[in-house]
């Protein structure tokens, strides 16, 4: 198995297993607004024009998994980093996985084929409520 299709699946298995957590824990309070922000690294010689369209596939169908507010894609246009970064706003916790449930239902052959992105990450972020 790939060292990127390790990374996607150990994602979704810890944003499961928090989701158990934080769901119980947000059960007592009112129920913050979340923010995933996944950052996509191309991989070196990899065309900007085509990771620009296959990461905007990958915002479609995290949009048409209904699971999601809004789901942006913005690319990095100053400093050192060049990345794209997808910021997606779930309707509740439990909605984090979805998108990436969708994508894999989509594209059944995701992780069985070669990527070309040469970094993943993803920071899921509670709001901090305040009167």
Known sequence: MR????I???SLVLVTAGGVAGFAAAQSQQEPN????????PAPGRSWNDATEEMSEVVRL???SGAYKSVRLFEHNWGPESAF?????????????LGFQA?????????????NWSGHSDNILSEILVN
């Open 3 to 6: 060292p990127f299709s390790l």
């Open 8 to 10: 996607i699946i150990g």
């Open 34 to 41: 979340y923010l995933v922000i996944s950052t996509y690294d």
């Open 62 to 64: 995290h949009r048409a």
């Open 85 to 97: 970064y997808m910021v997606a706003e779930p309707n509740d916790w439990a909605s984090i996985p």
């Open 103 to 115: 994508e894999l239902q989509a594209q059944p052959d995701l992780l069985d084929r070669p990527d």
